[in-house]
């Protein structure tokens, strides 16, 4: 067990997405093989979607972290973590941010797309257009509500715990801000993909999806530390896009350019210091060199 531990004390991060990975495809790479078209024979066991077998799934970050931290002793830094994800003093203008940018951004492009249209039927990946919902009706809306606040709530918590207070702030330590959400990003959308291919298949619009999520992963980097490393607000962000992604749906090309825009305006007009705060710094420095000073002792 000795040996275990000195290792996931050198390759810390590698086994937090080493963890999350294996819990959260667990139950999605499955249904994602079967939309893909290969046959898995009847002892295969498909967990679907709306399964609460998925909530475990969705707390694949938070759980990698916690044992992670569990393993390696580290109860102070796991407290800070709680301390400050579970905190709701937050500035009312950060919560005006995570309930309005989820409607805005997908309004927007969509209404960017409008005049568009046909320039879009011209080309291949029209198919992955998700048209406006005029169906979506109140009483529809009301039916669905129970189901996306089920997971919208647990996910924002259990995602972000891993992904924004343990993962990002470690890759923070040495890269910037827009480095360290680029490269949340790339692995959080990796990450989603079993959930990509059960729902759309292997298409244009995944790469889309995929390309997207690295932009958002630095503004959700950028809100982090806004937010001074609090997961409420992440709640209501998650849960507007839950819902506006249903009735408004999502435009190839033109929202991962709207993303690309919102990141760029981060990285030059509000250039942000590494990590949360300086206590958030100096705790994980500290852990850091512990780490290292069991390893030469060993």
Do not use: C
Not at 81 to 86: E, H, L, S
């Amino acid at each position: 067990m000795a040996k275990v531990i000195k290792l996931i004390h050198k390759f810390q991060l590698f086994f937090f997405f080493l963890f999350t990975f294996i819990i959260a495809w667990f139950f999605q790479l499955p249904g994602a093989i079967q939309s893909l078209g290969f046959g898995l024979g009847e002892n295969m066991r498909i967990t679907p979607p709306e399964s609460a077998l998925n909530l475990i799934a969705l707390w694949a970050p938070g759980i990698s972290s916690i044992l992670i931290l569990l393993l390696l002793q580290e109860i102070d830094e796991l407290k800070m973590i709680f301390r400050r994800g579970f905190s709701f003093r937050v500035g009312w203008q950060w919560w005006a941010v995570a309930f309005i940018t989820p409607v805005v951004i997908p309004v927007l492009a969509y209404l960017v797309y409008l005049p568009l249209i046909p320039i879009y039927e011209a080309v291949p990946f029209a198919h992955t257009i998700d048209p406006i919902n005029l169906n979506f009706t109140p009483r529809l809306f009301l039916r669905g509500l129970p189901v996306i606040v089920l997971f919208a709530i647990p996910g924002a918590i259990g995602e972000e715990l891993g992904w924004r207070s343990y993962f990002q702030a470690h890759l923070e330590e040495k890269w910037s801000l827009v480095v360290a959400g680029s490269i949340t990003g790339a692995i959080w959308g990796l990450w989603h993909l079993p959930v990509w291919l059960i729902h759309g298949g292997f298409a244009l619009d995944t790469l889309f999806l995929f390309l997207a999520t690295v932009k958002i992963g630095v503004f959700y980097a950028w809100f982090f530390q806004k937010v001074d490393g609090s997961l409420m607000p992440f709640i209501p962000l998650y849960l507007m896009t839950e819902i506006t992604g249903r009735v408004v749906g999502h435009v190839p090309f033109i929202e991962p350019a709207i993303w690309v825009i919102i990141v760029l305006a981060i990285h030059f007009l509000d250039h942000q210091e590494p990590l949360v705060d300086e206590e958030a710094r100096e705790k994980i420095r500290a852990r850091v060199e512990r780490g290292r000073e069991r390893i030469r002792s060993d």
